[in-house]
């Protein structure tokens, strides 16, 4: 199924290049990313601090309407959480200060409603997919380091929300801000979900 969703999403940028017209735009876009998770359920600490990461990717942008539009994006999106050493007592029996790295691919596919020219609010959900889960110099209590290449705690697969406002001048540039919220268990049996502030810049042709 995962795979399914990430081969559609690609095809509809296939589809979308090839029968492009006048009006279609593709697009380039990055930024910051500020993450953490919310929830209940972690024992030990219930606020961790955020990590700030980055995203990257490409867009684009299907005008269904005069002021409609529907926004696919693929975007590379590092997030995670951090964890200061007065959280000593976790499922992850972590002993330091560290920084738990979760990246994703993240496939979000947006409807766009322009409030009047150039601003707009965006809405709908993202499809995420985990590619790299990893702790940054993370000594435990028994005294040996993190083996990065057994860390496994985080699902595989996540369906998010994402809201957000827009504004893009007349010349292709684009700033704006967006929430994402992780709808799925980011632990299995935990409830825990990604909780990540975005904000960035970008470009349409």
């Known amino acids: 199924m995962k795979k399914g969703i990430l081969m559609v999403a690609m095809a509809l940028f296939a589809t979308t290049a090839v029968s492009a017209q006048e009006f279609v735009q593709f697009g380039i876009k990055g930024g910051v990313n500020f993450s953490t998770f919310t929830g209940d359920g972690i024992r030990g600490f219930e606020d961790p601090d955020m990590r700030t990461g980055f995203n990257l990717g490409l867009l684009a942008e299907i ?40 990246d994703y691919i993240s496939v979000p596919v947006l409807a766009k409603i322009y409030l009047v020219e150039g601003l707009n609010v965006q809405a709908g959900p993202s499809f995420n997919f985990k590619v790299n889960e990893e702790i940054d110099n993370a000594p435990f ?40 919220y992780g709808f799925s268990d980011l632990i299995e049996d935990y409830d825990v979900h990604n909780s990540v502030f975005q904000a960035g810049v970008g470009y349409m042709f």
Not at 65 to 71: E, H, R, V, W
Not at 158 to 173: M, R, S, T
């Open 63 to 102: 005008p269904l309407a005069d002021k409609f539009s529907i926004q696919p994006e693929v975007l590379y999106s590092a997030q995670g959480f951090d964890l200061s050493d007065d959280q000593q007592d976790n499922i992850f029996d972590i002993d330091d200060n560290v920084e738990y790295q979760l």
């Open 141 to 180: 209590e028994d005294g040996g380091d993190t083996d990065v290449s057994d860390v496994s705690r985080v699902q595989d697969f996540e369906i998010g929300g994402v809201a957000g406002l827009e504004y893009k001048f007349n010349n292709g540039f684009f700033i704006q801000g967006r929430y994402i």
